[in-house]
């Protein structure tokens, strides 16, 4: 249908019908909240099974609402969006709050160690993951900018940026997807915990007193 078809057949139905109006803005606006939210999903590259889960909401109010067969209260979009808040507030807010009130007692001392963990996504990025990315990146930011203000204080300030670590939430990947991971691996295999707890005591300890403003990737070469 052309577009003034379209034109045509909305002005003959607003003449005809005085509740069109109310309608047709309501419809309106349902299209216009399912696009935003598949695009949302799509960019951060979720299943709405996915979405669903990380919003604790049932996939089938995701789907009504992509569908745009829902109207959508103002809570519901607050609490999807709070959702999606909620990685940047822990990872970014959360570093950055640790790192302000520790500095104050590290200041009086004049001899300590502020060590971050960031991650190799925050280092290369990965795609679906834009504010896990930026959230590990801004961290890396955070790092060497403190590191700057704190060091004639004899402070040192470094990162670590972790790549596949064999924890719980590795677990439950399927085979097929750790095969995949270990392909983008060099040394092919994933690391341990003990890996990043090993560098963690090294950047604490007087070995790495001449180091900082450093992000130390221990990812198994994934980061090159």
Do not use: W
């Not at 009504?64 to 609490?79: A, C, H, L, P």
């Not at 983008?184 to 560098?199: C, H, N, V």
């Amino acid at each position: 249908m052309e577009t003034s078809t379209v034109s045509s057949y909305i002005s003959r139905r607003r003449a005809k019908d005085k509740s069109f109006d109310e309608a047709f803005v309501s419809e309106s606006e349902r299209l216009e909240v399912a696009v935003a939210l598949r695009t949302l999903r799509e960019t951060e590259g979720l299943t709405q099974r996915q979405l669903a889960e990380k919003v604790e909401k049932p996939q089938s109010t995701i789907a009504r609402i992509e569908n745009g067969n829902m109207n959508v209260t103002f809570k519901t979009m607050n609490d999807i969006a709070k959702a999606f808040d909620k990685v940047i507030e822990v990872n970014l807010n959360g570093t950055f709050n640790c790192m302000k009130h520790v500095s104050r007692i590290m200041l009086k001392q004049r001899s300590e160690h502020i060590i971050n963990m960031s991650s190799v996504s925050g280092v290369m990025g990965n795609a679906g993951q834009v504010n896990y990315c930026a959230s590990k990146a801004g961290i890396i930011g955070m790092t060497k900018s403190l590191a700057r203000e704190l060091g004639s204080r004899g402070i040192t300030v470094n990162a670590i940026a972790p790549g596949f670590i064999e924890t719980e939430m590795t677990d439950v990947l399927s085979e097929d997807v750790k095969e995949n991971l270990l392909g983008s691996i060099p040394l092919k295999r994933m690391g341990q915990t003990k890996d990043i707890a090993e560098t963690v005591a090294f950047l604490a300890s007087d070995k790495a007193a001449y180091i900082t403003g450093q992000t130390i990737s221990v990812d198994g070469g994934m980061g090159m």
